[in-house]
């Protein structure tokens, strides 16, 4: 079984679509965080991704694509050509891994709004989960695996974890994973609002409105966007003298199997330790945690306890960063751009801030990265944690090449 490379990395998020320019943003603590839709009655803040889908498509191809799937298109073209991947491998070879935690928002949110017999015939294929997929396999002529998975913020690391797994196995010599997610339209924010788990936002606030592990957090903001990482055996990126960002040494995969909603320490800890076995390490050879990290009130005191329950005594010497706090929070295409951030901040040994933290609560006792972010000599090895509603663990271990 072949060491798992990661080649390509793309990019269509809240930061923009350039992946330097992007990491350099968050170390700058920069956040894309802004007020949306004033019309409702509680204020709301959310991501979005300044995106011209004319450069990827033409009028005529438009037609019957949502914007969940345009973002996806985009940023797996750009993660092929940082890869330099076009023409490297057979079609039937080349597979599409990707998360997608509700489908296309914006098409089905019309529609409902459309009432009558107004509804745009193309609207089910727009806002199928699996369209995202299939618009990258089409664009990208990949007739291998094409998969989506749906398993809420866990989905684009599951669709990580699982190409990993096809490409090690030699199942596919290369794959596209990732994610991509649009749902900032009324209906779900105000949805969200309804479940408690949005910040509070007042506009003159917006920017700061998420503080994961500081005493005064109060939830996350939406983000939308789109990341894919090309992924690829060692043996065959050394062969066509492709550049390699990181190795994708470890992953784990559990579920809680206790709350459809309340995440659980054990569970997360599982796929904490599977990782690191998978990866051959203990946790003090680990450096850096990109953190779940929601800032809400349950959720980031679980993951500290999640943390502490495997990296013990070595706890202390852990960088830890959420950058939800910057980006918004992708939902299903979440853990693709984290995985990517974490792959960036190996490959520079520089580690992005947990931003808007003036106050750690106490039951969040973490080495939180501080702000203007941290450089780090040696710096081997990082994770990348997502945690899901419905109970989904996923954890990324990323080693530098």
């Known amino acids: 079984m072949s060491a798992v490379?990661?080649?390509?990395?793309?990019?269509?998020?809240?930061h923009g679509h350039h992946n330097a320019a992007v990491f350099d943003a968050l170390m700058q603590g920069r956040s894309a965080l802004q007020p949306v839709f004033a019309e409702l009655v509680r204020p709301a803040a959310a991501a979005l991704v300044d995106f011209d889908p004319q450069r990827?498509?033409?009028?005529?191809?438009?037609?019957?694509?949502?914007?969940?799937?345009?973002?996806?298109?985009?940023?797996?073209?750009?993660?092929?050509?940082?890869?330099?991947a076009a023409g490297q491998v057979a079609p039937e070879r080349l597979g599409v891994y990707a998360g997608c935690g509700m489908g296309g928002a914006a098409a089905l949110e019309a529609a409902y709004r459309a009432g009558g017999n107004r509804v745009p015939p193309l609207t089910i294929p727009a806002f199928m989960p699996n369209a995202p997929a299939a618009h990258v396999a089409m664009r990208q002529q990949a007739q291998g695996a094409v998969l989506t998975y749906s398993v809420a913020c866990a989905s684009s690391a599951v669709a990580i974890a699982e190409a990993a797994r096809a490409v090690r196995d030699g199942e596919l010599d290369m794959a596209i994973a990732g994610g991509s997610e649009s749902l900032i339209v009324p209906g779900v924010v105000m949805a969200w609002q309804a479940m408690q788990t949005l910040a509070p936002?007042?506009?003159?606030?917006?920017?700061?409105?998420?503080?994961?592990?500081?005493?005064?957090?109060?939830?996350?903001?939406l983000g939308e966007g789109a990341a894919f990482l090309v992924i690829e055996s060692a043996e065959h990126a050394r062969r066509r003298g492709a550049r390699v960002h990181a190795l994708l040494a470890g992953w784990g995969t559990s579920c809680d199997a206790s709350h459809l909603?309340?995440?659980?320490?054990?569970?997360?800890?599982?796929?904490?330790?599977?990782?690191?076995?998978?990866?051959?390490?203990q946790p003090a050879d680990v450096g850096y945690c990109n953190a779940h990290g929601t800032a809400t009130r349950i959720g980031d005191v679980v993951e500290r306890a999640a943390l502490a329950e495997v990296w013990g005594p070595a706890l202390d010497d852990l960088r830890v960063s959420s950058t939800k706090a910057l980006h918004g929070h992708l939902?299903?295409?979440?853990?693709?751009?984290?995985?990517?951030?974490?792959?960036m901040a190996l490959q520079q040994q520089r580690l992005p801030p947990n931003a808007h933290c003036r106050e750690i609560d106490p039951e969040c006792a973490l080495s939180l990265v501080p702000a203007g972010g941290l450089a780090t000599a040696g710096l081997n090895a990082a994770i990348s944690s997502s945690f899901a509603f419905g109970g989904t663990n996923s954890v990324l271990l990323f080693t530098r090449h």
Request: hydrophobic share 55%; aromatic share 4%.
């Open 5 to 14: 490379a990661v080649t390509g990395l793309g990019l269509m998020v809240p």
């Open 56 to 84: 990827w498509f033409n009028k005529l191809q438009l037609a019957g694509v949502d914007r969940v799937s345009q973002l996806a298109v985009a940023a797996a073209d750009l993660a092929m050509a940082d890869a330099g």
């Open 201 to 221: 936002a007042a506009p003159e606030q917006a920017t700061q409105a998420v503080r994961p592990f500081a005493l005064d957090r109060g939830g996350f903001a």
């Open 261 to 281: 909603t309340k995440p659980d320490a054990h569970g997360q800890a599982r796929a904490l330790r599977q990782a690191l076995q998978r990866a051959g390490l």
């Open 331 to 343: 939902l299903g295409a979440a853990g693709a751009l984290e995985a990517a951030i974490t792959v």
